[in-house]
């Protein structure tokens, strides 16, 4: 995710100056010297006040003013957070219906990729993703809701060879460790090293996988890719490959621990 320095004046220090200049002399009668006396007297007093409450004022504006001027960006700002974070709200939830019946995305004609990814692009602006990779929201295993990733959907299969139970990719950013997780019917598995790039995007190096969570086999070196995080809440987390595709996924368990 201005200070303004005010010059005060002195009002009893030029008044007792005044008072001084007005005095009456010691040759002056006792009437006269009354009479300067309350005339001393009433003149620096006439004189004074008014320039007191001049700067009275003036100071008053001015700390008015100061107040006022550090206020506004405040409040437009906590204005402009409260609009983005109703926005990123209504936005979540018209991503979430849209790819509903799409079956993960296997379903998903052109059209409907088109629409999903429009909706997740407006969510990406209302709220972009500010340094994921330092947050501990990213921590945990994710559901995999929605992505068009043709190597995890399979969709040139027969239906009932694809993946149909839930899969899901593990993050734990002290570690540095990333595990992508399917259930039914193959309970294939796949962990990796995360190398950061910038503040939201890794290199995914991949380096074990497991075949039907029993058979392990060393990833080859070309085995590898980017990602890009580029939405993350509590709930809901958008990523971007390094190949175009994109991936929507939900939070399934915040203390998961990707095996080292």
């Known amino acids: 995710m201005a200070l303004v ?18 005095s009456p002399s010691p040759s002056s009668g006792c009437a006269g010297s009354r009479r300067g006396l309350r005339a001393a007297s009433h003149g620096s007093l006439t004189q004074t006040a008014a320039p007191g409450r001049r700067g009275d004022v003036r100071w008053r504006a001015a700390v008015s003013l100061s107040s006022f001027s550090s206020f506004l960006p405040s409040f437009f700002n906590n204005n402009r957070e409260k609009e983005d974070e109703e926005k990123a709200a209504r ?51 994710w559901e995999l809701l929605y992505t068009t990733s043709t190597s995890i959907l399979q969709p040139q299969r027969p239906k009932f060879f694809r993946p149909f139970g839930t899969i899901y990719q593990a993050i734990n950013t002290d570690t540095l460790r990333a595990q992508n997780m399917e259930t039914l019917p193959y309970f294939n598995q796949v962990t990796a090293n995360l190398v950061p790039l910038t503040s939201r995007r890794v290199a995914v190096k991949f380096d074990n996988f497991k ?36 991936f929507v996924l939900k939070m399934a368990d915040p203390t998961y621990r990707v095996p080292l």
């Open 5 to 22: 320095s005010l010059s005060l004046p002195s009002p009893a220090a030029s008044s007792s100056n005044r008072l001084l200049a007005s």
């Open 91 to 141: 936005l979540k939830e018209e991503l979430l219906a849209a790819i509903a019946p799409l079956d993960r995305g296997a379903e998903a004609t052109p059209e409907d990729k088109a629409r999903v990814d429009e909706i997740a692009r407006r969510l990406e602006e209302a709220r972009p993703a500010k340094e994921p990779l330092k947050s501990d929201l990213l921590n945990g295993k």
């Open 211 to 246: 075949i039907f969570s029993l058979i392990q086999i060393k990833a080859p070196g070309r085995a590898q890719g980017e990602l890009e995080i580029t939405y993350l809440d509590e709930e809901l987390r958008v990523s971007r490959g390094d190949k175009g595709n994109l």
